[in-house]
Every structure is written in structure tokens, then in C-alpha cells.
């Protein structure tokens, strides 16, 4: 009886898996399919194969980089509803249009666990990969290319993760479409190194908690960063350059991490902060942005050091009423326009540094003051506070203002072979 069950299980093991050539005839995955067994391996011939998939045991589908899955505008491509499906080499085009449906290149469904999709060239469909409840998936290394055929907010995400936990979103290559990873009531996943252009916002996340979005580089989309209504998340070491409103906005959203990010010639806000809370923000880069920080709604018990301000139009827009502190055990943050002096050598600057004052809200809250901005009453105003800070307003103060900015480690980005 020993022997006997040994036996069974070394049959039962994927080492007794088979490798299946399907030949590029219609229905031919579909047929070889339903001979394969758990564990097998079809690898498909070069071509278009004009089906669309649905995979629900432990199976791998590779095209060998040289086959193309097309749905003809019916549906998802390829639907996941098995465990330990691995989903690569192909190009996957032609799902249907159906946002009720979540019609993708490739859509995991719930009862999904575990699935691999990699090196996959996924293009013009309305959404890419749907994540849809699909625990510990991994989604890494593809091309995905979303539909330009519609307004942005008609489209649909290059990849969409819904509820589920343990999903890692990694070294994608998204572009177009409306968002490039958007993530909604999910917790415990991971993005990183992925690429983002072309779109309306690079990650965007809702209700999701307990993640990381690390080493992406955002390029000339509408937003970079978006966290919202988020907690105990980690945005670490990401690049944005050029995005048109913000590189990095935390809505509502406590308790996280914003590290050793570079954000560049963003055209509106570097980073906004809106009614967030218990946040750190440490190491970062904010340059040539039209505002450094815009930081408003009551935002409090944020911990801001060790970043650098460099040539932003306005470093710091706060109204309030009463004094923020930027630093943190004697560590506060580097200010490109800061005429600051360093006596003793220690690093620190021996001045406190202001980044407002009453003309800066006058004009936040009448724009039409900008009028008299080279008149001499406001010069004689900026003088007086400048000499008498008891005059200031309250709002933002570095009590330890750095002498250099950081330079946090820029992510590199290698085109795929």
C-alpha cells in the first residue's frame, strides 16, 4: 500500500506534467484544452489564434512571443477562474467594450488564486488585466496598451485590482487608457517598477491599504500619484516627471509613508496634501513645479523632514491660522530660495526658514491682489514682516532648515527585450 500511494503521488506531481504544441487552426486551444491535463504546458504556433479563452484548472498558456489571441470585440480575451494559471508569451487584442462587465485582455476572477501573467503584450482593449478578487496574483514584465478611441474617462485601466489581497502589479510597461493601475477595496499588494505614460493617473488608489507603490516612473500623465482613502501605505522611491496636476496627492488618506520620491516639472503641484493625517514625508525631491507643497483642509500630525524644495514658483502654499513645524529632531528641509548661513558647519542652517507670508495668503485668496504685487505698499509689507516676524500670520516654519537638498536613487527604466 506504501508503494502504491508513492506512486500516486509522483504521477500526481507537476514533474509528470506534459508539454502540448497546438497548431494554429480554429478551435485548436480549445480542443487541446480539453485533452490536457493539470500541470500541462500548451505552447501555441506562431499566428492568430481567433478565440477567446476560458481557464479553470492549473494550466500554462505560452504564445513563445510569436502568437496572438484575438477576441473579435466579444468580451475578455482570456478569463481566469482556476488556481495556478500562468498566462505568457502572447498577445492578447480584441476584447469587447462592456464596462458593467469588465471586459479585458485578461480578466482573474474571483474563485482565481495565484495566477502568473508575464511577458504578455496586451493591446487596445478596453481594460488590460482585471485583478478581480484574485488572491497573491502576480502581474509582471507586459506591455499593456490601453484604447485611445474614446475620451481618457471613457476607457478603461491599464490594470484593475479589486479586493484582492496579495496582488503584486510589477515592471509593467502601461500606456493609455485612462488610469495605469487603479486599485479599489484591497489591502496587502504591491506595485512596483512599472512604467506610466499617457494616461490620466499613474496609480490610483481607493480604499486600498497596507501596500507599497515603489521604484514607478510616471511620464507626462495627468497625475502620478493619486492615494486616496487609503492607510498605512508605503510610496517609496517613485519618479514623476512632467504630470500635468500633481505628482503625488494624498486624499484622506493616514498613517503612510511618502520616501526618497522625486517629483520634476510637475505643472501644477508638486505634492497636495488634503485632509491627511499621521503621514511622514522624508527624503523627497519637489522641483520646478508650480507649487512645492499645496497643503490645506486641516491636514495635521504630519511629520515633514529631510526633503528638499528646489526652484518651485511658490515652495509652500498653507493657510491657516496658526504654525506648522516642519522638522523633526533637528532635521528640517533643504529651501532653494532660503538665504541661509551655516556658522558652526553642522549641516543645519542657524536660521529658521518662513516660506510665506500675509501678501502670499492675500493673493491665495484674492487673485486679483497679483495686481499690486510691484506696488511699494506691498514691498513695505514683505519688509515689515521680514524684520518683525511677530507681524507673520502663522502657517509653516523650519526651525532646522538643511543646508543640501537629498538626492534620492532615480529608478531606472530597461525597455523590454
Given at each position: 500500500m506504501r508503494w502504491s500511494l508513492l506512486i500516486s503521488l509522483l504521477f500526481a506531481s507537476p514533474l509528470w506534467a506534459a508539454d502540448w504544441d497546438v497548431p494554429n487552426e480554429a478551435g485548436a486551444i480549445a480542443r487541446t484544452l480539453a485533452q490536457a491535463a493539470d500541470g500541462d504546458t500548451l505552447r501555441l504556433s506562431s499566428g492568430t489564434y481567433f478565440e477567446t479563452l476560458v481557464l479553470d484548472r492549473p494550466i500554462t498558456i505560452d504564445g513563445m512571443g510569436k502568437a496572438t489571441i484575438d477576441g473579435q470585440g466579444e468580451g475578455s480575451v482570456i478569463t481566469v477562474t482556476g488556481a495556478d494559471v500562468t498566462i505568457r508569451g502572447l498577445t492578447v487584442i480584441g476584447?469587447?467594450?462592456?464596462?458593467?462587465?469588465?471586459?479585458?485582455?485578461?480578466?482573474?476572477?474571483?474563485?482565481?488564486r495565484a495566477v502568473i501573467v508575464e511577458n504578455n503584450s496586451i493591446l487596445g482593449n478596453l481594460y488590460g488585466v482585471d485583478i478581480h478578487g484574485a488572491k497573491d496574483s502576480i502581474v509582471r514584465n507586459n506591455r499593456i496598451e490601453g484604447r485611445q478611441d474614446r475620451h481618457m474617462n471613457s476607457r478603461g485601466n491599464g490594470v484593475y485590482v479589486w479586493n484582492a489581497p496579495g496582488a503584486v502589479v510589477e515592471?509593467?510597461?502601461?500606456?493609455?487608457?485612462?488610469?495605469?493601475?487603479?486599485?479599489?477595496?484591497?489591502?496587502?499588494?504591491?506595485?512596483?517598477?512599472?512604467?506610466?505614460?499617457?494616461?490620466?493617473?499613474?496609480?490610483?488608489?481607493?480604499?486600498?491599504?497596507?501596500?507599497?507603490v515603489s521604484d514607478n516612473i510616471s511620464l507626462g500623465n495627468h497625475l502620478g500619484y493619486a492615494i486616496m482613502y487609503s492607510n498605512s501605505v508605503e510610496i517609496v522611491g517613485n519618479l514623476s516627471v512632467g504630470d500635468r496636476d500633481h505628482g503625488i496627492m494624498m486624499n484622506y488618506t493616514n498613517k503612510s509613508i511618502v520616501k526618497d520620491n522625486t517629483v520634476l516639472e510637475?505643472?501644477?503641484?508638486?505634492?497636495?496634501?488634503?485632509?491627511?493625517?499621521?503621514?511622514?514625508?522624508?527624503?523627497?525631491?519637489?522641483?520646478?513645479?508650480?507649487?512645492?507643497?499645496?497643503?490645506?483642509?486641516g491636514s495635521e500630525r504630519n511629520d515633514i523632514f529631510e526633503n528638499g524644495f528646489i526652484n518651485n514658483r511658490t515652495q509652500v502654499k498653507y493657510v491657516g491660522s496658526k504654525w506648522v513645524e516642519w522638522s523633526l529632531e533637528g532635521r528640517g528641509n533643504y529651501w532653494s530660495d532660503g538665504s541661509a548661513f551655516d556658522l558652526d558647519g553642522n549641516g543645519i542652517a542657524d536660521?529658521?526658514?518662513?516660506?510665506?507670508?500675509?501678501?502670499?495668503?492675500?493673493?491665495?485668496s484674492q487673485p486679483a491682489a497679483k495686481s499690486l504685487l510691484g506696488s511699494p505698499a506691498v514691498q513695505l509689507i514683505r519688509w515689515s514682516q521680514s524684520a518683525f516676524p511677530a507681524l507673520l500670520p502663522g502657517g509653516v516654519i523650519d526651525k532646522s532648515p538643511l543646508m543640501a537638498p537629498p538626492t534620492p536613487e532615480i529608478p531606472s527604466w530597461k525597455e523590454r527585450s
Open positions: 476584447s469587447g467594450s462592456d464596462h458593467q462587465e469588465i471586459d479585458s485582455g485578461i480578466q482573474l476572477k474571483k474563485t482565481a515592471a509593467n510597461d502601461i500606456r493609455y487608457g485612462r488610469d495605469g493601475i487603479f486599485v479599489n477595496t484591497s489591502k496587502k499588494n504591491r506595485f512596483s517598477g512599472n512604467r506610466f505614460r499617457d494616461l490620466r493617473f499613474a496609480v490610483h488608489y481607493m480604499h486600498a491599504h497596507d501596500s507599497i510637475t505643472g501644477d503641484k508638486c505634492t497636495f496634501i488634503y485632509n491627511a493625517h499621521k503621514n511622514s514625508f522624508s527624503g523627497n525631491r519637489f522641483e520646478g513645479c508650480g507649487i512645492g507643497i499645496h497643503f490645506t483642509a536660521a529658521a526658514y518662513r516660506p510665506n507670508d500675509v501678501m502670499d495668503h492675500v493673493l491665495w
